[in-house]
T-cell receptor, first 116, second 114 residues
Framework: AQTVTQSQPEMSVQEAETVTLSCTYD???????LFWYKQPPSRQMILVIR????KQQNATENRFSVNFQKAAKSFSLKISDSQLGDAAMYFC?????????????WGAGTKLIIKP | EAQVTQNPRYLITVTGKKLTVTCSQN?????MSWYRQDPGLGLRQIYY???????DKGDVPEGYKVSRKEKRNFPLILESPSPNQTSLYFC?????????????FGPGTRLLVL
């Protein structure tokens, strides 16, 4: 069974600085997708960034980028120029590419605190 | 506006009193799913549906039922709620087949069972 591990329950960073959130996963599949979701205090789930396993190039979305290490099964999220609005829970999630159930397997989350 | 809606957003109930949480999407998505979120555990899938009248269990289906009579609606039913079902519940949808597609999440329903 696939598993996703986020080893940092909480991280803090000074506003305008860079922070990296860690995520590792375990799978025997070759076709899969990885995601980072943000959950602000409103509890809404917001997609931050996604990565297809077959793509070697790391995904980027403005200030958000990932470091995808397929062999190491690592998928970290880097947030540059941190802003107060980035404060939230961040979840790493995995989804297999095939099959009929598009189930997302989730990590336990990392709470990100931004210090003004 | 493309969206997934859930009702109610907050619910306090007592053990054993049947309840239904509704989920509706306006994007004509075939695939819909229910998750529960608990501290330290992330989200876990309860049930999913690939289309009308096609549903199947996820990882934590005990104590829950679902139905899919219409494409847009996917209600979650708790026939006899218990305190261990106190949680935050999310409904999600995506086109099928849609392994490459983003899943759309509802706003969540916070349930407290006394």
């Amino acid at each position: 069974a696939q598993t996703v591990t986020q080893s940092q329950p909480e991280m803090s960073v000074q506003e305008a600085e860079t922070v990296t959130l860690s995520c590792t996963y375990d799978t025997s599949e070759s076709d899969y997708y990885l995601f980072w979701y943000k959950q602000p205090p409103s509890r809404q789930m917001i997609l931050v960034i996604r990565q297809e396993a077959y793509k070697q190039q790391n995904a980027t979305e403005n200030r958000f980028s990932v470091n995808f290490q397929k062999a190491a099964k690592s998928f970290s999220l880097k947030i540059s120029d941190s802003q107060l609005g980035d404060a939230a829970m961040y979840f790493c999630a995995y989804r297999r590419g095939g099959g009929s159930n598009y189930q997302l397997i989730w990590g336990a989350g990392t709470k990100l605190i931004i210090k003004p | 506006e493309a969206q997934v809606t859930q009702n109610p957003r907050y619910l306090i109930t007592v053990t054993g009193k049947k309840l239904t949480v509704t989920c509706s999407q306006n994007m004509n998505h075939e695939y819909m799913s229910w998750y529960r979120q608990d501290p330290g555990l992330g989200l876990r899938q309860i049930y999913y549906s690939m289309n009308v009248e096609v549903t199947d269990k996820g990882d934590v289906p005990e104590g829950y039922k679902v139905s899919r009579k219409e494409k847009r609606n996917f209600p979650l039913i708790l026939e006899s709620p218990s305190p261990n079902q106190t949680s935050l519940y999310f409904c999600a949808s995506t086109p099928y087949p849609g392994a490459r597609e983003t899943q759309y999440f509802g706003p969540g329903t916070r349930l407290l069972v006394l």
